[in-house]
């Protein structure tokens, strides 16, 4: 329901993606007194639009982000993802969330033998620390085996309700116009509030001028249920510009293909192009997958300026959450956790890593 009246609470969020119903269900679990405003309806954005990979890490692999952030940085990245994982499998168990959550493994297939020479000694190397991989040769593939999948929509509706019976008020329908370090003024009224966080992602600019969030589409198809499985987990390929796997009740997912338009995928306008959708379509003819194609859309991710999520205060005393660069499944549950943290003590050991205003 629509906000209608001002209201006060401890905590005031803005938006019902994965990351606001992330913040809300920490912070409600907690006893704080919560609001989420939501401009349009939960899971509506990136979080209802997105194929639903769990994978540890960020967009790039290991390897790479070693070379990013340095090795320890990667290292504690990569177990904030691995933290995400655990509170995200611990929410949907406790709170009874239907969303095919599966565990069945990630795999990721190289475009050249560059990106080869990188996935393999990402494998070696994320093994010697302690994780489940195996490495085919033969097919150049290498399986992250506790990587998970699910349905992104069914997940975070879930995980509203579940805040919601914690005591959490969900607004949809209800745009915010402006962000105050104690209020926010929205259609209908205005919520002061000690702490207000921001998890309006891709949309982020409209609401903070000096944002550094920058709005990037992707697209995506699904066909009809078919028979059998081709796919056994979710695949991410090319350097994550090309994905796939196939639901529990035989859709085939395809999504990416942003490189082949990389300066037409961007801005805010979430609608499918023949241009990359024509690439989704002959990734299902190489496959032999002849099901007709039944679902084709887009959705708006929040990139950030290095990869990495913006999580923590702002020096405007306004807390963010947002800037996944595709990966929100793998962060937002350990960001919601860290924001928590940080309103309720002003510390986090994580926080260090996720300061929006880092260089
Ligand atoms: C096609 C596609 C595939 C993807 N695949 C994956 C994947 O497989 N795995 C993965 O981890 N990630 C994936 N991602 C990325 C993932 O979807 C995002 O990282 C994640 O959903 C971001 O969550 P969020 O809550 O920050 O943002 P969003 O889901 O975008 O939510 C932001 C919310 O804020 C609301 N809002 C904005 N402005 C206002 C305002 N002024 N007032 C009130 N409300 C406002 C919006 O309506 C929206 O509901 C994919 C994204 C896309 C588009």
Same mark, same amino acid.
């Given at each position: 329901?629509?906000?209608?009246?001002?209201?006060?609470? =401890?905590?005031?969020?803005?938006?019902?993606?994965?990351?606001?119903?992330?913040? @809300?269900?920490? #912070?409600? +679990?907690?006893? @704080?007194?919560?609001?989420?405003?939501?401009? %349009?309806?939960?899971?509506?954005?990136?979080?209802?639009?997105?194929?639903?990979?769990?994978?540890?890490?960020?967009?790039?692999?290991?390897?790479?982000?070693?070379? +990013?952030?340095?090795?320890?940085?990667? !290292?504690?990245?990569?177990?904030?993802?691995?933290?995400?994982?655990? #509170? #995200?499998?611990?929410?949907?168990?406790?709170?009874?969330?239907?969303?095919?959550?599966?565990?069945?493994?990630?795999?990721?297939?190289?475009?050249?033998?560059?990106?080869?020479?990188? $996935?393999?000694?990402?494998?070696?190397?994320?093994?010697?620390?302690?994780?489940?991989? @195996?490495?085919?040769?033969? @097919?150049?593939?290498?399986?992250?085996?506790?990587?998970?999948?699910?349905?992104?929509?069914?997940?975070?509706?879930?995980?509203? =309700?579940?805040?919601?019976?914690?005591?959490?008020?969900?607004?949809?329908?209800?745009?915010?116009?402006?962000?105050?370090?104690?209020?926010?003024?929205?259609?209908?009224?205005?919520?002061?509030?000690?702490?207000?966080?921001?998890?309006?992602?891709?949309?982020?600019?409209?609401?903070?001028? %000096?944002?550094?969030?920058?709005?990037?589409?992707?697209?995506?198809?699904?066909?009809?249920? $078919?028979? !059998?499985? $081709?796919?056994?987990?979710?695949?991410?390929?090319? +350097?994550?510009?090309?994905?796939?796997?196939?639901?529990? =009740?035989?859709?085939?997912?395809?999504?990416?293909?942003?490189?082949?338009?990389?300066?037409?995928?961007?801005?805010?306008?979430?609608?499918?192009?023949?241009?990359?959708?024509?690439?989704?379509?002959?990734?299902?003819?190489?496959?032999?997958?002849?099901?007709?194609?039944?679902?084709?859309?887009?959705?708006?991710?929040?990139?950030?300026? =290095?990869?990495?999520?913006?999580?923590?205060?702002?020096?405007?005393?306004?807390?963010?959450?947002?800037?996944?660069?595709?990966?929100?499944?793998?962060?937002?549950?350990?960001?919601?956790?860290? $924001?928590?943290? #940080?309103?309720?003590?002003?510390?986090?050991? %994580?926080?260090?890593?996720? %300061?929006?205003?880092?260089?």
């Amino acid at each position: 329901m629509p906000l209608e009246a001002d209201a006060s609470a =401890d905590v005031a969020v803005i938006g019902a993606g994965i990351a606001g119903c992330a913040v @809300a269900y920490a #912070l409600a +679990r907690e006893g @704080a007194k919560v609001i989420v405003l939501e401009r %349009d309806a939960i899971a509506s954005a990136a979080s209802g639009r997105n194929g639903g990979f769990i994978l540890a890490g960020v967009v790039e692999n290991w390897v790479a982000a070693c070379r +990013r952030f340095g090795a320890d940085a990667a !290292r504690r990245v990569w177990q904030v993802t691995i933290t995400d994982r655990a #509170l #995200l499998r611990a929410a949907a168990g406790r709170e009874g969330i239907e969303c095919d959550l599966a565990w069945n493994g990630s795999e990721q297939l190289a475009g050249d033998g560059e990106e080869w020479a990188e $996935i393999r000694e990402s494998a070696e190397q994320l093994r010697a620390l302690g994780h489940r991989v @195996a490495v085919d040769e033969a @097919a150049r593939r290498v399986t992250f085996e506790e990587d998970g999948e699910m349905h992104p929509a069914r997940f975070v509706r879930g995980l509203a =309700d579940a805040a919601e019976r914690l005591g959490a008020r969900f607004h949809e329908g209800t745009p915010v116009a402006r962000v105050g370090p104690a209020a926010v003024t929205a259609a209908g009224g205005t919520v002061t509030a000690a702490s207000v966080v921001s998890c309006a992602n891709a949309y982020t600019r409209h609401l903070i001028a %000096d944002t550094r969030i920058a709005p990037v589409r992707g697209q995506m198809l699904a066909t009809a249920p $078919i028979g !059998r499985r $081709i796919f056994p987990r979710p695949v991410y390929a090319h +350097r994550g510009f090309r994905y796939w796997r196939q639901t529990r =009740d035989g859709r085939v997912l395809v999504g990416g293909w942003r490189n082949t338009a990389l300066e037409a995928e961007v801005g805010e306008d979430a609608t499918p192009t023949d241009a990359v959708q024509r690439h989704l379509d002959a990734f299902l003819s190489e496959h032999g997958v002849r099901a007709p194609v039944t679902h084709r859309w887009a959705g708006i991710m929040g990139f950030s300026h =290095d990869g990495l999520p913006y999580i923590g205060r702002r020096a405007d005393g306004v807390y963010v959450l947002a800037g996944f660069t595709g990966h929100g499944n793998a962060f937002a549950m350990a960001g919601g956790a860290i $924001i928590a943290t #940080l309103i309720r003590r002003g510390s986090h050991p %994580d926080a260090d890593l996720f %300061d929006p205003d880092r260089p």
